[in-house]
């Protein structure tokens, strides 16, 4: 189902930047990157507490749900009210609307949380996949119908509000009813402490993943903060169709584990190993194909992303290190740990962003995000590696397979491009994907035929 939903988010993003321009995602990100920061109010880690704290469910639920509603439609209000100073920031009042459309959305997710956290909390993974995919068929198509009909950047603001609207009615009925009673003010602050934590969490993720939008909005303005946009979505399916969907199975399942230290170890090691000979490849490939790629849908419309994909492709590589990472800290109860390494990860992000942006293009930020994101995602490999009393040397022994043979395929794949460089894109895509794909296959059979039978097993 997470492989339908991002086949389909994929579709999506081709059939938008027909209809769209980079101006009408420049300005979508810009105000995600305004309201990202009010995501602070929302309390938006309240339901990994419940699913952490599992024994406690049936009582701290009904709490959870007033507290988590209460502060979405706090933080909602407010980034509404003062969303003309996102107008003055990027000196461009276009994006005024589209903050006040995105805050207006945030009482949803409090709706959600409960009902997420019990189908998590009882490893239901099957209809939390199928709301997911819901969930993205209604973005998708809502922005997709809405573009097709002229409505330009508007059909960008309100798929998430298909999406939300989705989410809440499905995940409502695939949990079921759950007693949510009255509210209890007294009982409130003893969830705001591990949620505390969890929402510096989410605020330094949230500035992880917009504050390239928001340094480019302000110094280049749309149109390169469009591109950056436009190419991270095509970037990133890949990464989230395996590392963050599966956060949703690995944090649950890992805590669960938290009195078996040994099994629990060799849960979290073994899945670094497998999702990264699953995902790796898929990343390298999106390097080595996007220029022709994109030269072979869109020609020159678009082509200027090309080299965001690429380097945010290689910034992605490491990214199934940093979901496993986090979910065994959260999961042994490390909320304050996990919050520092976002808050590194979030300053190294920024710095390259700014560093970027005062050089004057969407692919020069791309680029030093790119190397900030695999730094940081080694980082929270070696990290969770230390809870076990194991160094760099352990985290390297594990990821350097992978690596090795991605590495090496990718080689094969930029050496296939030179001698069909003067034939139509068609030409290079299809020479690069027949022999990286078989140097792949070769050196992965070689070198890793216990992770590839692991992970055909898992399939």
């Known amino acids: 189902m997470a492989t339908a939903n991002k086949v389909l988010t994929v579709i999506g993003q081709i059939v938008l930047a027909w209809f769209l321009v980079p101006d009408d995602f420049g300005l979508i990100a810009m105000a995600c990157s305004f309201t990202a920061i009010g995501n602070l109010l929302t309390l938006g880690g309240l339901s990994d507490v419940l699913v952490q704290r599992h024994s406690r469910f049936r009582e701290d639920a009904p709490q959870v749900f007033w507290l988590s509603l209460s502060a979405s439609t706090f933080g909602a209000a407010a980034v509404a009210l003062i969303s003309p100073l996102g ?31 019990r189908l998590k909390q009882e490893l239901r993974f099957k209809p939390l996949a199928l709301v997911c995919l819901l969930m993205g068929m209604a973005h998708t198509g809502t922005a997709a119908v809405l573009a097709w009909r002229g409505c330009g950047a508007y059909a960008l603001a309100f798929a998430p509000v298909a999406r939300r609207l989705t989410g809440v009615l499905g995940m409502r009925l695939a949990a079921g009813r759950i007693p949510l009673g009255k509210p209890h003010l007294r009982e409130w602050p003893a969830l705001l402490g591990p949620a505390a934590w969890l929402m510096l969490t989410g605020l330094f993720a949230a500035i992880y993943s917009n504050v390239a939008s928001f340094v480019l909005g302000i ?41 078996e230290s040994e099994r629990q170890f060799a849960a979290f090691r073994q899945s670094i190993m497998t999702i990264l000979a699953a995902l790796a490849p898929l990343c390298v490939l999106q390097m080595v194909t996007a220029y022709p790629a994109l030269d072979l849908v869109f020609h020159d419309r678009w082509l200027q992303a090309a080299a965001v994909v690429s380097w945010l492709s290689f910034g992605m590589l490491t990214q199934p290190i940093v979901i496993v990472s986090s979910a065994l800290l959260m999961a042994r109860g490390r909320y304050g740990f996990v919050a520092l390494l976002g808050a590194i990860q979030a300053a190294a992000v920024a710095t390259a962003a700014i560093l970027g942006a005062h050089e004057g293009s969407a692919a020069l930020v791309a680029r030093n995000v790119a190397c900030a994101m695999f730094i940081s995602g080694l980082l929270y490999g070696w990290a969770a590696f230390s809870e076990y009393g194991q160094g760099i040397l352990a985290l390297a022994t594990t990821i350097a397979r992978p690596f090795l043979c991605v590495a090496l395929s990718g080689l094969a794949g930029w050496a296939a491009l030179r001698p069909v460089s003067a034939h139509s894109p068609a030409v290079q895509l299809g020479a690069t994907i027949v022999v990286f794909g078989c140097v792949y296959s070769i050196l992965a059979y070689t070198f890793m035929i216990r992770l590839v039978s692991e992970l055909r097993s898992r399939l």
Do not use: K
Not at 89 to 94: G, K, P
Not at 219 to 235: I, K, M, N, R
């Open 87 to 117: 107008g003055a920031i990027f000196h461009d009042a276009r994006v005024v609307p589209f903050i006040v459309i995105e805050a207006l959305c945030w009482p949803c997710d409090g709706a959600m949380t409960v009902y997420v956290a």
């Open 219 to 259: 110094h280049c303005g749309p149109t390169q903060a469009g591109l950056y946009a436009w190419g991270l979505g095509l970037a990133s399916q890949a990464a989230y169709l395996l590392s963050a969907n599966l956060q949703q199975v690995l944090f649950p399942a890992l805590a669960r584990l938290t009195q």
